[in-house]
């Protein structure tokens, strides 16, 4: 869902490249995407007016069962929107200096997971996942081609204990195939 670049003349800051050092920064979402969040930000936004005097109600009400349920619901109701809008503001960062990888993981710009590898010890290799069987494409029925499932490819680092270290996936094997290609090349 969030597209690496793949290509050194990719638009915008998404690639850097200098000396020996290249990074690389994921797409966010398409702008339709935005628009379905505004879609449920308003119905939340409309719920909240809704039950906002019977939760108040609850809030101030002697019970605490009652006040314990209306936390819950208070809690979900900011925290909802909160979560949904950190997936619009998350971030893969490939970075690469010399032998270096780092890919991290960011939420509204703050790095929630790290990880290095020395590809000195290691390499990229491209691998192909398919865990369900392929029904439509054991059939061949006319007009099922469109529902094969094909599976994805993994760009992965294999370290010398035989571990694998994901740094991206995709349906497209030609995407990842270029990812590889500029990360080797620097």
Do not use: C
């Not at 793949?6 to 994921?26: C, F, K, Y």
């Not at 005097?53 to 314990?68: F, I, K, S, W």
């Not at 094909?150 to 204990?161: D, E, H, S, T």
């Amino acid at each position: 869902l969030f597209q690496m670049p793949v290509e050194r003349n990719e638009l915008d800051d998404r690639v850097v490249i200098r000396d020996s050092e290249i990074i690389l920064r994921s797409y966010g979402l398409p702008m339709v995407f935005w628009g379905y969040l505004l879609a449920l930000l308003a119905v939340i936004f409309f719920m909240i007016l809704a039950i906002k005097g019977p939760l108040m109600a609850v809030l101030t009400g002697e019970d605490r069962l009652n006040q314990v349920i209306g936390l819950a619901v208070l809690a979900l109701l900011v925290l909802g929107p909160l979560v949904l809008l950190g997936f619009y503001f998350y971030e893969k960062e490939i970075h690469k200096l010399g032998p270096q990888l780092t890919v991290t993981h960011k939420v509204f710009f703050i790095p929630l997971k790290k990880t290095t590898v020395d590809l000195s010890q290691s390499e990229l290799e491209l691998e192909h996942f398919l865990d369900s069987p392929n029904m439509a494409a054991m059939k061949k029925e006319h007009g099922m081609a469109g529902f094969e499932n094909r599976g994805y490819f993994k760009l992965v680092v294999k370290n010398p204990q035989g571990k694998s270290i994901l740094i991206d996936r995709n349906g497209r094997r030609g995407e990842m195939r270029k990812l590889k290609e500029l990360l080797e090349s620097h």
